[in-house]
């Protein structure tokens, strides 16, 4: 554990953790939530799409005390491969290898292990291969079987815990059937380990999962950041948000099709956080300025039944995003979100808790928006670049 002071939060009614979809890097959010819980943050909302679903069950479905504990748990377990041991000498990586081609080469073959081999408590590839199932369903629609995954959220996580509602839980998938998004949310009903492997359920990898009838596959196939969820649910509260991104909307022009492969997936699945935070801006200015409006009518038009319907609509709620995005590292390649190695688990772990431990360095961009701002965003990978081009 690291001595990092704790902080003391302005009066905000929601903290929440709103964690993106990424596959294997999503041990980035693991280290973002270390740097928090060092720092006393502790948020009551957690709201995660595909891999950032599968940390918020961990983190939810565990008191305080256990959730580091359990996390490292998860994820030394599903960074291993399900069929074979581990190779003897993975965790000295990157001091043999560097970061250069052969650092590239040998997260290519840990993607290709991944591939075939599966991941222990996660996924194990299909046999025979879909193609020759005899039987509709999972096993004819998808090349792996999550059935592991599934009994290690049991053993995991406390969805009793989850259930009794002392932090909110919010995760993202969409409907085979009609494509559209739904959000699974403890504050409106039970949840199961089958809701959060809907979130993660990504075709044609994985199965769709079945929930009270309807099929679900990954959420990220339509959205891949809960932010929005966050920022415009009902009942509007006074909020500060940690954005964990996996994907950067911003990188170089590809020089050939493996960096195609790439940069696409950067963008499709970076699910422009900014449009969002800039959309959830200009809307709350607009309700704070409406807010304003009826507070100056006289009393006999202010109980207009039409006043008090955009009553309803206005609010002086403010929200402040703090947004982390990981950066990739110079051997990493369109399957960097599915190399599973340990020791590239552990590199982005550390990559998340640095990230978060450098933003806590700046206490002012906690603050409660001031000065007219209804919603504000602070990135210190943008304040780094501020800096770098002064």
Known sequence: MSNFPKIALPAYETVALVLQGGGALGSYQAGVYQGLHEAGIEPNWFAGISIGALNAAILAGNPMEKRLERLNEFWETICQSALLPTIPFDADLSALLGDGDLRGWAGALSSMRALVEGQRGFFTPRFPPPFFSLTPGGAATSYYDTTPLKATLERLVDFDLINTRQVRVSVGAVNVANGNFAYFDNANRKLVPEH????????????????????????????????????????????????????????????????????????????????????????????????????????????????????????????????????????????????????????????????????????????????????????VHHYWDKLKEA
Request: aromatic share 8%.
């Open 196 to 379: 959060f492997m809907a979130s993660g359920a990504l075709p044609p990898g994985f199965p769709a999962v079945e929930i009270e009838g309807c099929f679900y596959w990954d959420g990220g196939m339509v959205s891949n950041t809960p932010l929005m969820e966050v920022l415009a649910r009902p009942p509007r509260r006074d909020t500060l948000a940690f954005q964990v991104d996996l994907w950067s909307s911003r990188g170089p022009l590809p020089q050939n099709l493996l960096e195609v492969a790439e940069r696409q997936k950067d963008i499709q699945y970076s699910s422009r956080t900014r449009l969002v935070t800039n959309t959830a801006n200009e809307m709350q200015k607009l309700r704070h300025a409406l807010r304003r409006a009826i507070d100056l009518l006289p009393a006999e038009k202010a109980a207009d039944p039409e006043i008090e319907a955009l009553r309803e609509m206005a609010c002086s709620k403010v929200y402040n995003t703090i947004q982390l995005i990981y950066r990739d590292k110079q051997f990493e390649t369109h399957s960097k979100d599915y190399e599973f190695s340990l020791v590239t688990m552990r590199e982005h772990w550390q990559a998340g808790l640095h990230d978060i431990r450098e933003t806590l360095k700046h206490p002012e961009w906690l603050a409660r928006p001031s000065g007219g701002s209804a919603v504000v965003t602070h990135d």
